[in-house]
């Protein structure tokens, strides 16, 4: 089958190496993406698929002192900005692969041309690993403190703010907060013009000055128009702009070219939002908004962009003004908790945004192991899962929302059953059969039409069958190796998909139960992979993986509900666990990772429905109030980077939506 971004991927093989006699810099490392900013920095660099980069020695305590020292000398704060963390602890591995999100942060954030402005005139800007001297002298430490980060120090080395665990990249927002912790720290620099002002983050001043003028030019109006932007006044700065008459070279600028680039791929056109990207990168090499382009249109060692826009991570929308109050920690929803069908509506809007042209949600940057050549299974899981959410939430919505959802579904579907988008025997196999099943069994219990009806079970009997022919001998099922909880995901949706209609054979269910009796330890827990054996394995370790592996157990008979209240009460015990690791991209918490968090969440909230209905209404309003705490700036959910924006929205929606069936 096809790779993804083949042709794109070749075309850049093709290019000239270079000295022969050198090993090539890693691609990254070309871009130049944060080369406008003057950093001081120690010089360490990481980058994807380079597990044992050469370590720069360096003082940085001596580097972190003398940058505080010129921030007292100009009065002003420094500016750090913390791409690793790599501390005598956990050594680096709470996020391994933390080169990713430094790449989004120097391309979408400090490639934003406000907040690079901001670093060069309001602030001391230092790029500094975080090492155990660091981490022991400022109290910081993963998994409560994570990168990417950056951290505001005064002159004399205290610390004024920090904000990590970035997971929504937004320049402006960032502008927006580095103004505020300059007004925070009683921080005003000398300026004189308009110009000035707003560089060193004055932009009230700056737009007091600029509307003080009686005779304005165009440039004058231009600039007014500009801050009353970067001060969130669009119908102000609507007005502003109807004095301007636009210029050939602003219609034409590289800013101009890469917006309609990100509009076309919000659109779902993701080859003519490449094509866009690709045209401005070549035509603008040397600026900003060029090198932001070159980083969507370069392949990294996964054969995806390493820009953020085609894995969902960058947006230039408005945020909720909430974003914009305070001093976050983190990228978090900042505002008042959403109510259920606000996070509902917000996750509809997000993903009908981020379906590409294809029908697919192709977002997700998920690891290659053994190489990228699984990541179309993760694809069409994942795309299975945001029609479900889609489906389960269409009739709550409006006409214009209910419109969009038939199309996206529409065009989901065919992607579904494409054999092209598939790469079969390769891992994630099993998870792209199971959750298919779950989208065409509720596709079809919605359906009014016997003969729509009577085709969904075809198609649902065709993924059993192969789902059935991906079982292992020893009855479980593998993502990548034998295990518990991959096995009770599709051992789960088999069920769904046979009380839908479809035909599961009892040797089936019978063999995956008995591979999860062989999983389990005698104190309830279930082993990581394989049959239980040798030291048990923590009730901490298996919490996300009890509840589903309980449950279906129940549903065949081979449990009892006893067993099951056990394991979801290990399962919210634990939840603090779960929670702070959401925050990482590794097992950084023994058995724990961030990439289980959703996986542990939905499931559990399927195996709720199993209890006797007087018992579930308080895990219903514990699911919901933990998808409460925890919605991006924009409404988006995320667990881990790698399985992306478009699958964390979806896992939420269809938890909230069984917390909230009624």
């Known amino acids: 089958m096809p790779r ?42 990481f980058h994807e698929r380079d597990p044992k980069p050469e370590r720069v020695e360096v003082d940085r305590g001596a580097l972190l002192d003398a940058a505080c020292a010129e921030a007292k000398r100009r009065g002003t704060l420094v500016l750090w900005y913390v791409h690793r963390i790599q501390e005598q602890g956990l050594q680096g591995r709470q996020m391994y692969r933390a080169p990713v999100l430094d790449v989004y942060m120097r391309q979408v954030v400090f490639g934003d041309p406000e907040v690079a402005e901001l670093c060069n005139h309001a602030f001391v800007p230092l790029r500094c690993m975080m090492d155990e001297g660091l981490c022991e002298r400022f109290g910081l430490r993963p998994l409560a403190f994570v990168e990417p980060a950056v951290i505001w120090l005064d002159g004399d080395g205290r610390v004024v703010h920090w904000v990590e665990r970035f997971r929504t990249f937004h ?10 912790v300059l007004e925070h720290a009683g921080v005003e620099l000398a300026a004189a013009t308009v110009d000035e002002l707003r560089q060193v983050g004055r932009w009230s001043d700056a737009l007091a000055l600029a509307l003080k003028n009686d ?11 500009h801050l009353q932007r970067l001060l969130r006044q669009p119908e102000q700065a609507l007005a502003s702009e109807r004095n301007v ?26 080859s003519e939002a490449m094509r866009r990207f690709e045209a401005v990168a070549a035509r603008f090499p040397d600026a900003i908004w060029g090198r932001r382009a070159r980083a969507n249109s370069t ?6 962009p390493l820009g953020a826009a085609f894995a969902g991570f960058e947006s230039m929308d408005a945020l909720p003004e909430s974003a914009y109050q305070g001093l ?17 509506r917000a996750g509809v809007e997000f993903l009908l945004a981020h379906q590409r042209d294809d029908g697919g949600f192709t977002d997700s940057r998920y690891a290659y192991w053994p190489d990228s050549e699984i990541t179309p299974n993760v694809w069409v899981a994942i795309t299975a899962i945001a029609c479900t959410a889609l489906l389960e939430y269409r009739p709550t919505t409006s006409n214009r929302l209910q419109r969009l959802t ?21 891992n994630e196999d099993c998870y792209s059969d199971a959750y298919r099943l779950m989208y065409f069994a509720r596709r079809a219990e919605t359906s009014g039409d016997e003969g729509r009806r009577r085709q969904l079970l075809r198609q649902m009997n065709e993924l059993v069958a192969a789902a059935a022919g991906r079982q292992r001998p020893s009855g479980f099922w593998a993502h990548e190796y034998e295990n518990a909880f991959a096995t009770g995901a599709v051992l789960q949706q088999l069920l769904v998909a046979k009380a839908a209609g479809a035909s599961v054979p009892t040797e089936v269910t019978d063999k995956a139960a008995g591979a999860l009796l062989s999983a389990r330890f005698q104190s309830g827990a279930y082993v990581y992979g394989g049959t239980a054996k040798g030291r048990p394995t923590g009730l901490k370790d298996s919490a996300g993986r009890m509840p589903v592996c309980e449950g279906v157990l129940l549903q065949v008979g081979r ?43 939905f499931h559990a909230s399927e195996a709720v429905r199993l209890l006797p209905e007087a018992e579930q209404a308080p895990h219903w309003q514990r699911f919901v109030e933990l998808l409460q705490r925890i919605p991006e700036l924009d409404g988006s959910f995320v667990d881990s980077h790698e399985l992306g924006r478009s699958y964390g929205t979806a896992m939420a929606l269809l938890t909230l939506r069984n917390a909230t069936r009624g």
């Not at 005779?215 to 128009?225: E, G, V, Y």
């Not at 976050?328 to 069908?341: A, K, S, V």
Request: aromatic share 10%.
């Open 299 to 304: 392949p990294g060692p996964d054969d995806r």
């Open 328 to 344: 976050p920690r983190d990228t978090t929803w900042q505002g008042d908790r959403m109510t259920p069908d606000a996070i509902a």
């Open 559 to 601: 449990s009892d509900l006893d067993k099951l209240r056990f394991a979801l009460e290990q399962f919210w015990g634990h939840m603090q666990n779960l929670e702070t690791v959401r925050r990482n991209d590794f097992h950084s918490d023994g058995e724990l990772a961030g990439f289980f968090f959703f996986h542990s969440l």
């Open 215 to 225: 005779t304005k030019s165009q440039d004058d109006w231009r600039r007014i128009a």
């Open 245 to 270: 008459q636009p210029t050939v070279e602003q219609l034409d600028s590289a800013e101009a070219g890469y917006r309609r680039a990100l509009d076309a791929l919000r659109e779902g056109r993701e």
């Open 171 to 180: 320049g402006h927002w960032f502008a927006s907060l580095c103004v505020r």
């Open 406 to 426: 038939d199309r996206a579904l529409s065009r989901g579907e065919r992607y579904l059953l494409d054999p092209t988008h598939l790469n079969r025997g390769k």
């Open 4 to 45: 993804p971004f083949a042709a794109f991927v070749l075309a850049v093989s093709l290019a000239p190496l270079g000295a022969q006699d050198e090993p090539p810099r890693p691609i990254a490392a070309t871009l130049g993406l944060d080369d406008h900013i003057a950093w001081r920095s120690d010089g360490q660099e």
